[in-house]
């Protein structure tokens, strides 16, 4: 399955949304930039386009925020979309800006695509209706970030990743899980969504799907049968119990500095929003047992962590951006 954007082909009476994003971390700081491209279709409407910026730094606190929409949307020739006059983003590239930030990177995956859902006909089906891959899981990350009144901030190596979702609607409730530059092993990462999806007005129990990368090979965490997740979560943090192939169990431990996270709005396509907080310069440890009873093998980043709650109330006590979605 290729990496394409879905809004193109979306018929003129549905609603859906669509968001190719990147995430890239210093190795040495924690200083972390997040970036979406991103579509909002209502039934009946035509799409339109937004480009997002959240620049976090723990040591200055709240993280820098803006947000442009567009009616300007398009696919470029040999990329994945182009939003407005200078926004773009395609294989191995990302360029663009919005308000006070401007952006020029260039991206090299250091791994194969992830495909989240498994077995692959959920992505034809109409359940789960958030779809996601990560076209690259693991990515360097070269080139310039400005911000007005700021020194501009020099990428050379920043680790990270680039995904892609679309759907239908946002889940009842999420977590998105991102983790690279572990100091035990550092070309392990970690990519897992977890969700809960309303049918039927009951919620379903939490479902994670992604992958752990360990020593060269990829164990896939997660999936319909999967039994034993197990989650406690809030903005300032989650423990995560995962179960993955072959006997294989993840703890992952979740720690958002003070004050860096970063609150957002999104709407679904139908009406009704969610309020998400994301941090991508969050602490995380992962403890990862193997089938057998083996010993538990730990991994630890400071600051190369990303993690995204998206939900329901509005107590939580991040500052949401004054920017509405839609």
Known sequence: ??????????????????????????????????????????????????????????????????????????????????????????????????????????????????????????????????????PAPAARFDGVLELAGRS????????????????????????????????????????????????????TPWVANGALSLDGHRHRLGGLSARGVSVSESASGCTLELAGERGLRVRADVEVPADSAAGWRYANPSGGEHDVVNCSVASLELAIRTSGGGASRTLRTEHGGAYELGMRERDHGVPIAPFADG
């Open 152 to 203: 501009a901030i020099e990428l050379r190596g920043w680790r990270g990743m680039v995904g892609h979702n679309w759907g239908s609607e946002h889940a009842e409730r999420w977590i998105w899980l991102h983790g690279i530059g572990f100091a035990e092993e550092p070309d392990a990462w970690i990519d897992v969504a977890i969700g809960r999806l309303r049918v039927a007005g009951r919620m």
């Open 1 to 134: 399955m290729d990496t394409e954007a879905v809004f193109q082909r979306a018929r003129m009476r549905t609603g859906m949304y669509e968001s190719f994003y990147l995430r890239a971390v210093s190795p040495q700081e924690p200083v972390g930039a997040w970036i979406r491209y991103t579509v909002h279709k209502p039934p009946g409407r035509a799409p339109t386009g937004s480009v997002w910026c959240t620049v976090f730094d723990a040591r200055r606190g709240r993280p820098f925020m803006q947000k442009l929409t567009s009616d300007e949307l398009s696919v470029p020739t040999g990329g994945w979309i182009a939003i407005g006059a200078e926004a773009s983003m395609g294989p191995g590239q990302a360029e663009g800006g919005c308000g006070e930030a401007h952006w020029s990177l260039r991206v090299a995956a250091d791994q194969p695509p992830l495909f989240h859902l498994s077995p692959p006909w959920l992505y034809r089906a109409p359940l789960p209706r958030t779809k996601l891959t990560s």
